[in-house]
């Protein structure tokens, strides 16, 4: 059974950092790339990051550039999302997800919601000024 859970949400007010975890079981995540997602009342839900299934590349959204870190532990089947300075328009539920379709290249960052296959629950962030 594949299972993507989030945690490390919640409140803090601007300026703070949050470190969100995505522990996963159920397929084989050295193969997968792993993005991150988010969904603020009302609104669609949007890309934030991905890193690819080798950990060598990662990709933002550009208002999460240079604030946001994805990282990965393979060993721990567990994709990590580093958020600093937050604002109050990055209040939103955080949801990671699994692309593992084969890829002729490790390195790939896949930056679409379709191209996932497996997504998470979500995790609540609110940031308040």
């Known amino acids: 059974q594949v299972q993507l859970v989030e945690s490390g949400g919640g409140l803090v007010q601007a300026g703070d950092s949050l470190r969100l975890s995505c522990a996963t079981s159920?397929?084989?995540?050295?193969?997968?790339?792993m993005g991150w997602f988010r969904q603020a009342p009302g609104k669609e839900r949007e890309f934030v990051g991905v890193i690819s299934r080798s950990g060598s590349s990662t990709y933002y959204a550009g208002s999460v550039k240079g604030r946001f870190t994805i990282s990965r532990d393979n060993a721990k089947n567990t994709v990590y999302l580093q958020m600093n300075s937050l604002r109050p328009e990055d209040t939103a539920v955080y949801y990671c997800?699994?692309?593992?379709?084969?890829?002729?290249?490790?390195?790939?960052?896949?930056?679409?919601?379709?191209?996932?296959?497996?997504w998470g629950q979500g995790t609540q962030v609110t940031v308040s000024s």
């Open positions: 159920g397929f084989t995540f050295s193969t997968c790339a």
């Open positions: 997800a699994a692309d593992c379709t084969s890829r002729s290249s490790s390195a790939y960052t896949p930056r679409l919601k379709y191209e996932y296959e497996y």
